[in-house]
């Protein structure tokens, strides 16, 4: 697992060239949710392919950018969901993006997911390991080397809220939950970065991040195999929660690598509120 980290390590640092670097502007196509490509996801996908393929043990590739898995190592024991830069657009306006990987055994159910790693691409380059019982936070420094910072823990109640969806669409429950808990002080921290969104709640101490089903997407519009997923089990290795409104995510089974869930990330308590106002 190590080489594997090594290999996100050494992607991070040629990705993050690219953001201060390269072409931000559109490509001229589309990947298979139908978002059009920047210039940016599909060479990031690039050198995170080109960095996995180094990897013996790495068996296969699914990344959001491609329609179809990619097999790499015949006899690898793993395989890679990933999103290699979500929030891309955002780059644009100088905000931070981030890159996502779920590191699976046999197949791309949660209860399959062996560890799991995030990049933030911000002021700082920080990785976020989660793995073996602990969720780990790693900070570029530099000399170009990752550092272990600290351990990220989760309070079982925190203070920030976090609401994506077109707030239009949201159904009736959910709009007066997330009205119910702005009610209680909470701030609102959204920048339409699912990795900086959720990253500042791990570092904050806690609160609740939820993109929902609504009225226009019925299954929400996040990831289960490359973004959904590897978060929940970050959240739960710090001692969060991650549903789906009912049940934990992590017992969830994609259909197609593609697919995507409704999303809840939080400390326990704003969790127990979801569950709550989801009829649980
Ligand atoms: P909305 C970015 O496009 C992304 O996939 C996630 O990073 C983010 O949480 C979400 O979409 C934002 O979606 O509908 O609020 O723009």
Not at 46 to 69: C, D, M, P, Q, R
Not at 237 to 250: E, Y
Not at 257 to 263: A, E, G, V
Request: glycine share 10%; with cysteine; charged share 25%.
């Amino acid at each position: 697992m190590t080489e594997i980290f090594n290999a996100i390590k050494a992607s991070a640092i040629r990705i993050r060239y690219a953001i201060e670097n390269d072409d931000t502007g559109y490509s001229h196509n589309q990947n298979a949710t139908g978002d059009v490509q920047l210039k940016l996801d599909i060479k990031s996908d690039f050198i995170i392919e080109e960095e996995f393929s180094k990897i013996s043990t790495v068996k296969e590739l699914a990344s959001e950018e491609k329609e179809h898995v990619k097999p790499m190592h015949k006899n690898g024991k793993y395989l890679i969901g990933y999103d290699p830069l979500d929030g891309s657009s955002l780059a644009d306006v100088n905000l931070s993006v981030g890159s996502i990987f779920g590191i699976y055994e046999d197949d791309y159910r949660g209860c399959n997911l062996k560890a799991s790693v995030y990049v933030v691409y911000g002021p700082r380059v920080e990785i976020v390991i989660g793995y073996d019982g602990r969720v780990e936070l790693h900070r570029l420094d530099a000399d170009h080397e990752f550092h272990f910072i600290q351990l990220i823990n989760l309070d079982n109640k925190g203070k920030l809220n976090s609401p994506g969806g077109t707030q239009k669409n949201w159904l009736p429950h959910h709009k007066e939950m997330i009205e119910s808990i702005f009610a209680d002080g909470y701030r609102l921290r959204y920048s339409g970065g699912m990795v900086p969104d959720l990253h500042q709640i791990l570092l904050k101490g806690g609160g609740l991040f939820s993109y929902p089903a609504t009225s226009d997407v019925p299954k929400g519009k996040l990831r289960m195999t490359f973004e959904v997923f590897p978060f929940a089990q970050i959240y739960e290795l710090a001692g969060g929660q991650a549903i789906d409104g009912k049940q934990r995510l992590l017992d969830m089974t994609p259909e197609h690598i593609h697919d995507t869930t409704p999303c809840f990330f939080g400390s326990n308590e704003e969790i127990e509120r979801v569950k709550l106002a989801y009829g649980n």
